[in-house]
């Protein structure tokens, strides 16, 4: 490795001679169509929206990588579906798949990868846990109501 070459004050940059093409990471990545499949272990899916109102966009992710592997419009069964059948092919290590709590997902995921063991996300989770929870306490809260109104003097 050749010796750095100082930095000046007033210099916008040290030469490129100073710098180890080890040390510079590679911009052109891997492109999509490369991506071996049949290392994926688990697998993350979520939509989001692309434009105001309810057009959704769907993302598969390795969560190991954190390397998307399909992107596709929509967040129905029939837009992942193509995509899992094609995982289910090539990849025999997937262990888990990761999604929040929608039903199109898990029914795709159910269907084309039945031994994989679903995942839900912990937000969701702990969302319909409080909505629950919420809900319980408005019941109590109404019945108390209800019970001190009817037995209470009116005067």
Avoid: W
Avoid at 10 to 23: D, L, N, T, V
Avoid at 45 to 71: C, N, P
Avoid at 133 to 146: A, G, P, S, T, V
């Amino acid at each position: 490795m050749p010796a750095a070459t100082p930095v000046t004050p007033g210099s916008r940059c040290a030469p490129a001679a100073s710098y180890s093409s080890s040390r510079i990471p590679d911009p052109s990545p891997t492109p999509y169509r490369t991506i071996p499949l049949h290392k994926v272990r688990y697998l993350g899916i979520d939509e989001f929206s692309i434009r105001k109102g309810h057009e959704y966009m769907t993302v598969v992710t390795d969560l190991q990588s954190g390397r998307i592997l399909q992107a596709v419009e929509g967040k129905g069964k029939e837009d992942v579906t193509p995509f899992l059948e094609k995982l289910a092919k090539k990849s025999r290590k997937l262990e888990a798949v990761a999604m929040d709590m929608g039903s199109a997902y898990f029914r795709a995921v159910r269907e084309v990868l039945p031994h994989v063991a679903i995942v839900f996300d912990r937000y969701h989770i702990m969302a319909l846990i409080n909505h629950a929870i919420r809900d319980q306490e408005y019941f109590k809260l109404r019945l108390y109501h209800f019970h001190t109104q009817r037995y209470s003097l009116s005067g």
